[in-house]
């Protein structure tokens, strides 16, 4: 083969890879669209799964359904104590597996990537099978207990991968020069994990909103937005529930935004630092 | 399969050196004091359930349950896997020359299109199932485009349909594809591929050498990630599929309330579960890593 055909079989292949990664972003974003573009929909009957006609209704009249709001609440709610709670509890376990050498380490990791490992119908089964024995009635109690069961995984993993290699001898120096435990804390420690255990703590707050099977299986007869949706899909299916995921998506999308420009601020400020003074 | 052996190996080697790291704590109890709540959250509400669950799929006819359940299941066992490995290994097609597209051309742009990967986890899980509905409803797009090709009969629709569920499948699991194949490959020493370049390897043959074998964990990981949640998800087939693509879930999914203590039902979660480890493992073997991340 000539060194021009080679170049230019190269050439369509490399040509070829890219149109296929684009055809993958299309696939990806095409139901993301889709969801949006519905929102404005007239359906013609009970389920907006047709397009009618352009319109503004469901934004005008987003709480119509009161069902659903009252279901987003309720999934609000309990993503703000899971997060709350999974958070605190995930951070503890990845700080101390980062920083200390202990012997139950290898299977403490086991058994935080066990949950990673197994389909959530079974884990939402298994602990209904518990609740059910217990004799432990379904609904917030046990809705929190489930997605905190599955979030301090989530917590840990991202924590941990966040703060290792840090230099925890700074913690030492703090205490040498006379801080108490508090103030170490508070000065030193928490700036540090401070951008890890925020990752963790959005990403809580998001499986929290999006689980469906394992909530589901433990929520008794409270509804939270993703259980409302399954249980209308028999009877109606509004373009409200569009509105509230598509000012959820602007929501997060605005979220991540505002951390990813304070984590380049904050890096900006640590590079100035740097560059002032040579650090040891 | 040499070739692949000497990364992992070395991979291996990395991962004994970090479950070494961390300092003595000054007080022996410290860590542990640490771990404690979140550890016992996972034995109470995680490993407790497990053996619970264990016990009870036992209870009546002991270990006969099993084989009621696979042959009363049968179909619906064997469909749920092959569903599972149509969509992961059209994730892989689909996910893996992203994320090499991304990790290798993405420049600058690098994060932000990493970013839009995940936006579609920002819309609930449901809902992007629900547009998928949208989008295969009979007189939608995709059916109207089909029909005017000529690869659907008129009369023909998508709903219902093993395809629709199984593309559905693919779709809503396939960051899990691409975020660990990214991270593998994004982190792979560029310099490797110029040192082929110079061995006068075609970049094709340095691909297959090179690239591929070090971004194997990624793909385990990203096909573990995938699978898993697709083997045991009930809400594509319920939303839709019909009565020819149930999936295992499916069956948890009608009767847990019904019936707690069915032994069968319990059974037939456990066995689930326990198809999916020893999958794990063996496919695990097969790749030579027991990483998952």
């Known amino acids: ?280 | 399969m040499t070739t692949t052996s000497a990364p992992v190996r070395s991979r291996r080697f990395s991962k004994k050196e970090e479950d070494d790291s961390g300092v003595h704590p000054r007080r022996w109890f410290t860590p542990y004091l640490l771990i404690a709540p979140g550890a016992l959250w996972l034995l109470v509400f995680f490993i407790i359930p497990l053996f619970s669950l264990g016990r009870l799929s036992l209870e009546n006819g002991g270990l006969s349950n099993f084989s009621t359940v696979i042959s009363d299941n049968s179909t619906v066992i064997v469909r749920t896997f092959v569903y599972a490995t149509i969509a992961t290994v059209a994730a892989i097609i689909i996910g893996y020359p992203l994320a090499y597209v991304i990790a290798t051309k993405g420049g600058r742009f690098k994060n932000l299109l990493l970013a839009l990967v995940v936006l579609p986890f920002f819309v609930t899980y449901l809902v992007r199932t629900l547009s998928w509905k949208i989008l295969l409803y009979d007189g939608g797009p995709v059916v109207s485009i089909l029909h005017s090709v000529g690869i659907l009969s008129d009369n023909q629709g998508i709903l219902g349909s093993p395809f629709a569920v199984v593309a559905a499948l693919t779709y809503n699991f396939l960051p899990f594809m691409v975020l660990p194949i990214y991270v593998s490959i994004e982190k792979m020493d560029r310099r490797l591929l110029e040192a082929a370049a110079d061995l006068y390897s075609s970049p094709a043959r340095a691909f297959r050498r090179v690239t591929l074998p070090l971004s194997l964990p990624g793909l385990f990981a990203g096909t573990l990630l995938t699978f898993i949640p697709a083997a045991g998800d009930f809400v594509n087939s319920e939303l839709l599929g019909s009565e020819r693509t149930v999936m295992i879930g499916n069956i948890i999914e009608k009767n847990f309330g019904k019936e707690f203590f069915r032994p069968e039902l319990s059974a037939l979660s456990f066995m689930l579960m326990a198809i999916i480890l020893i999958g794990v493992i063996v496919y695990a073997r097969i790749l030579g890593t027991e990483e998952l991340a």
């Open chain 1, 1 to 280: 083969m000539s060194a021009a055909g080679s170049g230019l079989v190269r050439r369509i292949g490399r040509i070829s890879l890219i149109a296929w990664a684009v055809f993958g972003f299309v696939f990806l974003f095409t139901p993301i669209v889709v969801t949006v573009i519905y929102s404005f929909n007239e359906p013609a009957g009970k389920y907006n799964y047709v397009w009618n006609r352009f319109s503004l209704a469901a934004w005008q009249d987003p709480f119509k359904y009161s069902e659903l709001t009252d279901a987003l609440i309720f999934s609000l709610k309990v993503a703000f104590v899971v997060t709350l709670l999974a958070t605190i509890l995930g951070t503890l376990m990845g700080m101390a597996m980062v920083k200390y050498r202990f012997r139950a380490k290898g299977l403490l990791g086991a058994v935080i990537v066990l949950p990673l490992t197994m389909p959530e119908v079974v884990m939402g089964f298994s602990l209904l099978t518990l609740f059910v024995t217990l004799n432990w009635s379904r609904g917030f109690l046990t809705i929190v207990i489930a997605q905190v069961m599955f979030s301090v995984s989530y917590v840990a993993t991202t924590v941990r991968a966040r703060i290792r290699g840090f230099d925890w001898r700074l913690e030492e120096a703090a205490a040498d020069l006379g801080a108490g435990p508090l103030r170490t804390f508070g000065r030193i420690t928490l700036p540090l994990i401070a951008p890890g255990v925020v990752a963790a703590a959005m990403l809580t707050f998001a499986l929290s909103l999006d689980d469906f099977i394992i909530t589901y299986l433990n929520s008794g007869l409270e509804n939270t937005f993703p259980i409302e949706i399954w249980n209308l899909k028999r009877s109606r299916v509004p373009a409200q529930i569009n509105v509230f995921s598509t000012s959820l998506l602007v929501i997060s999308v605005l979220m991540a935004l505002l951390v990813i420009w304070q984590g380049r601020r904050r890096q900006r400020s640590l590079d100035g630092a740097a560059s002032g003074p040579a650090p040891a």
